[in-house]
């Protein structure tokens, strides 16, 4: 294409020059008797000609700065309150508490966008940016106002002071503990937002692209009584009580997040000492997806009902050495689902499981499921097409507590499709069969069924290999056992299916 154009500009240029030498000859050329006027019809249809060439073979010009696109007069730029324009000192080295808290209040006093639920300020996406900085803080960073939405804190570091209390956490949302919420909505000022007479405190905050560094001292994030809180890529450690805590409120969203007591990888010599929990679920309708935990007591609290785990890698602390991976805490209203997750060496225990669901997921180093018992009931459990993989001890790939009391509930548990490497097969579904001689037949089902002495439902058949018709009966399935009498000695086997979970 560019030689095409270099081409026919060479031939414009050559058509040109001929033109201008003809039409100057004088009035006796041919050439004369044009007139001036088709004299500029005839170059203006020549560069137009050019032109076209050009637009068709080249690459156009960029545009120049006067045209182009302008935004629309009156547009504001996206509100983002920078720390360090507060003051924060991103280097870690003095304390930036006020600075940071600076940010916030000036964030919260900013221009809304109407409302979310009823009370709760649309602050329209305004962010409070840590601008990828190390910041030490001495108090914990709350809200200065509830009744608030739509804001983001992300993009760095906070990390506890030596002299942090305790018993807070880094972020808290939560309105403060000095002050009710009857007081705060009679103490506003012209200097603070209308704060909240709603059942929530905030609605979609987000935390975003944060390492918290709890120094030992307290927890990282609180979240109390909130709604739809997204806390994403965030990695904390060092704490000693809590990790993350979602108090009440309702859909709490951690994801992209790795969690630890200590920072560590596995095969810490310090396991047997870790303690505090990772993840406190105290509220409804939360989920965590992708999240690992690698060192704490316990991975995931719950004791709140229908929460969801998806993709959860708990190593926090070997079962062997107390740990574990997941405590559901809710007994008789466990509402609970856990799929596609990873126990690794630390198991899940479930007091008093009611509407619980356990599927695909992978458990290694002889982790295991335990079902306590607290009043003995267990109904609505659902525990399949899990792997387990162990150590060859035998180990059962899921125990009773019955410490408490025996369970005596029991309804629609179904433990089943479970494949097992080097652990013991429990279930609640089991098959089996028995060749022999004789009058009476008896299939001992102990090994594998989980709850002692209980079998609800029994299918089974017996075939004579001697092409005898004999009378035969169930006679009793008491300890586990099935065992089926004839009315004659044949020769043959005996089948059955016992199912301890669904009755009829």
Same mark, same amino acid.
């Given at each position: ?289 992708? /999240? @690992?935990?690698?060192?704490?007591? %316990?991975?995931? &609290?719950? =004791? $709140?009902?229908?929460?969801? #785990?998806?993709? *959860? ?63 003995? /009931? @267990?109904?609505?459990?659902?525990? %399949?097409?899990? &792997?387990? =993989? $162990?150590?060859?001890?035998? #180990?059962?790939? *899921? ?84 065992? *089926? ?20």
């Amino acid at each position: 294409m560019a030689n095409a154009a270099l081409f026919w500009t060479s031939i414009l240029v050559v058509l040109a020059t001929a033109f201008f030498t003809v039409s100057v000859l004088g009035d006796h050329s041919p050439i004369a008797h044009f007139s001036s006027g088709r004299h500029r019809d005839h170059i203006r249809k020549m560069q137009a000609f050019k032109a076209s060439l050009v637009r068709h073979d080249s690459v156009p010009p960029a545009p120049s700065p006067s045209s182009a696109p302008q935004p629309p007069q009156g547009t504001r730029n996206p509100r983002v309150y920078r720390v360090t324009s507060y003051g924060a000192d991103p280097t870690g080295k003095t304390d930036s508490t006020a600075a940071i808290l600076g940010a916030l209040s000036a964030a919260l006093k900013g221009p809304s966008e109407g409302f979310l639920m009823k009370g709760i300020t649309n602050l329209g996406g305004v962010q409070v940016h840590l601008e990828g900085g190390n910041y030490l803080i001495s108090q914990a960073l709350r809200l200065p106002a509830s009744g608030v939405g739509n804001l983001m804190i992300h993009g760095g570091t906070l990390r506890a002071s030596d002299d942090f209390p305790t018993d807070r956490y880094l972020i808290e949302l939560s309105p403060s503990s000095s002050t009710s919420k009857s007081q705060e909505n009679n103490e506003t000022s012209m200097d603070q937002p209308q704060l909240s007479s709603a059942s929530y405190n905030y609605e979609y905050i987000t935390l975003k692209d944060l390492m918290l560094d709890s120094n030992h001292r307290g927890g990282g994030i609180s979240v109390v009584n909130s709604l739809r809180v997204s806390i994403d890529n965030c990695y904390v450690v060092h704490f000693t009580t809590t990790g993350i805590a979602v108090q009440s409120g309702h859909e709490t969203y951690i994801r992209n997040s790795f969690l630890g007591q200590h920072i560590t990888a596995g095969g810490d010599p310090g396991e047997r000492n870790f303690s505090g929990t990772a993840i406190n679920l105290m509220g409804n309708d939360n989920a965590l997806t992708d /999240v @690992v935990i690698f060192s704490a007591a %316990v991975g995931v &609290m719950i =004791s $709140g009902q229908a929460n969801i #785990l998806s993709g *959860v890698h708990c190593y926090n602390k070997a079962t062997g050495f107390g740990g574990t991976g997941i405590y559901l805490k809710l007994p008789g209203l466990t509402q609970t689902r856990i799929v596609n997750s990873y126990l690794d060496y630390t198991g899940i225990v479930a007091e008093d499981p009611v509407q619980l669901h356990i599927s695909n997921s992978f458990f290694l180093g002889d982790a295991y499921i335990v079902l306590k018992s607290i009043n003995g /009931v @267990v109904n609505g459990v659902n525990i %399949v097409d899990n &792997m387990f =993989s $162990g150590s060859g001890k035998g #180990l059962g790939i *899921v125990q009773l507590d019955q410490s408490n009391g025996a369970f005596k509930n029991i309804d629609q548990v179904v433990v089943d499709r479970n494949n097992v490497r080097g652990m013991g097969l429990k279930a609640t579904v089991a098959r089996g069969s028995i060749q022999g001689n004789g009058s009476s037949w008896t299939l001992d089902f102990n090994p594998v069924l989980l709850f002692p002495n209980l079998i609800k439902h029994v299918q089974y058949s017996l075939s004579a290999s001697d092409g005898a018709f004999p009378n035969h009966v169930l006679r009793n399935v008491s300890e586990n056992r099935v065992i *089926v009498a004839s009315d004659v000695a044949v020769s043959g086997s005996l089948y059955a299916m016992v199912d301890q979970g669904m009755a009829g």
